[in-house]
């Protein structure tokens, strides 16, 4: 069924006495978050739906949104969803540009021979574990861990945003990755616990690994070397459209310094794009986060 995000929460009850029995069902909100702005400041905001048996999903592209639909209607005819019977997707009306998806994707070196086809099955797959990496400069030239990399982590409608500050760092020498999150639920929470957040940290390879600025510290002589000699992680930036706790357990879960812009406050109306800003959501509030980032992350 479809709804309007804002009023999913007018039907608590009902939601989770369905997901109490085990009833399989697809809900599908829209729009939601800040992006209603233009509608009025009182319906931009989202409650974050973490309840057994469901699974929320925050697409971005509507290829991403064919796939979690496709998957579910799957799962629920050869009934192999246990404690994952129902789906609530919460989507946007904001247009996007579809695309950029593949574009980005196929600037990856892992994919640098392969097909199309082939380049899209990988993402999907990963979609459907919660989360898959759109801009990865992993083997690109002059990419340091720990020097001048950063991971930058969005959903939904701030995928765009997040893309936008990326260019910006990259421009500035600084390589930052986006990971684009389809589901919270998968990637982060309850049911990613149960594995030990295994796709977030072999999937997608995020970790809180120590990166030596010197690869021969034995060598080091002078005191100035001494000083400059230090470890380092890859730092988090993540964004979304709403509640903190959506996103904000990265840094924690792999042991990185991690910042997450997120709605802390109540919104306004306004264009979406003035809106972001006041939130802070904006490409540029993203790439100075990034930015901040290095100097506390060591």
Not at 49 to 62: D, L, S, V
Not at 246 to 265: E, M, P
Request: hydrophobic share 35%; with cysteine; glycine share 8%.
């Amino acid at each position: 069924m479809t709804i309007y995000d804002f009023f999913i929460k007018r039907a608590h009850d009902q939601f989770y006495y369905n997901l109490y029995w085990h009833s399989s069902f697809a809900t599908i909100g829209t729009p939601s978050g800040v992006n209603l702005a233009a509608e009025g400041a009182q319906h931009s905001w989202k409650s974050d739906f973490q309840i057994p048996n469901c699974i929320t999903w925050e697409p971005c592209f509507a290829k991403e949104l064919e796939w979690i639909l496709a998957d579910h209607l799957r799962q629920h005819f050869i009934q192999s969803h246990q404690d994952q019977e129902s789906i609530l997707v919460r989507c946007v009306t904001k247009g996007i540009v579809q695309k950029e998806m593949l574009e980005r994707l196929k600037k990856h070196k892992c994919f640098e021979n392969a097909s199309d086809a082939e380049i899209l099955e990988a993402t999907r797959q990963n979609v459907l574990k919660g989360a898959y990496a759109l801009v990865d400069y992993r083997g690109f030239e002059d990419y340091r861990p720990g020097d001048n990399v950063v991971h930058l982590f969005a959903m939904g409608a701030l995928v765009p945003e997040a893309l936008k500050a990326s260019d910006q760092l990259l421009e500035k020498g600084i390589y930052a990755n986006v990971v684009v999150v389809t589901s919270s639920d998968l990637l982060l929470g309850n049911f990613a616990y149960k594995n030990g957040y295994q796709h977030l940290k072999e999937g997608l390879g995020i970790s809180g690994h120590l990166y030596l600025n010197k690869t021969n510290p034995q060598q080091v002589t002078q005191k100035s070397e001494w000083l400059s000699l230090k470890s380092s992680r890859v730092p988090v930036v993540s964004v979304h459209d709403g509640e903190p706790g959506l996103l904000d357990n990265i840094g924690s879960i792999v042991g990185v310094q991690h910042h997450c812009l997120a709605i802390r406050k109540t919104s306004k109306s306004g264009t979406t794009w003035d809106i972001f800003e006041l939130h802070h959501l904006d490409a540029n509030s993203i790439a100075e986060t990034a930015e901040k980032g290095f100097g506390k992350c060591c």
